[in-house]
């Protein structure tokens, strides 16, 4: 399976491995799966520690530099952020406001990867991609 992991779960996989579910502890760790970050995940990081906030007033202030080269180091592939991939974004229904989930779900929709996330509202899109998505 070909994961993409949103922010949090890239922040919990670095800093607090302990609030992943078992479930997903698994799919993360199976040498079968390829794991994937985007690119828009650091860059959330990056603005949002800049601003003095992590994604979550519970999460941790994370090194955007440092989580991405953990991240690289531990075989994890990252994806950029395309054309196609603001368009698609552009395309959703609207759903979830955020700008960063939003181009999160459509790199997901427009590369065929299962996203792995603990947001809430993200399962609220129907879309062909979501049929095999983990809920933390």
Not at 98 to 127: K, N
Request: no cysteine.
């Amino acid at each position: 399976m070909r994961l993409l992991l949103d922010t949090h779960v890239l922040i919990w996989v670095a800093e607090q491995p302990s609030r992943i579910p078992v479930t997903a502890q698994a799919l993360i760790e199976d040498p079968e799966n390829d794991l994937f970050f985007s690119s828009a995940s650091i860059w959330e990081i990056a603005v949002k520690t800049n601003l003095s906030r992590a994604p979550r007033p519970d999460d941790l202030q994370v090194d955007s530099r440092l989580l991405r080269r953990q991240l690289t180091a531990n075989g994890y592939t990252e994806i950029p952020i395309t054309g196609d991939h603001g368009i698609a974004a552009a395309e959703l229904p609207p759903i979830h406001k955020d700008p960063f989930d939003r181009i999160l779900i459509a790199q997901a929709e427009v590369e065929g990867l299962v996203l792995l996330t603990a947001d809430s509202v993200i399962p609220r899109y129907r879309l062909p991609f979501r049929r095999h998505i983990e809920k933390l």
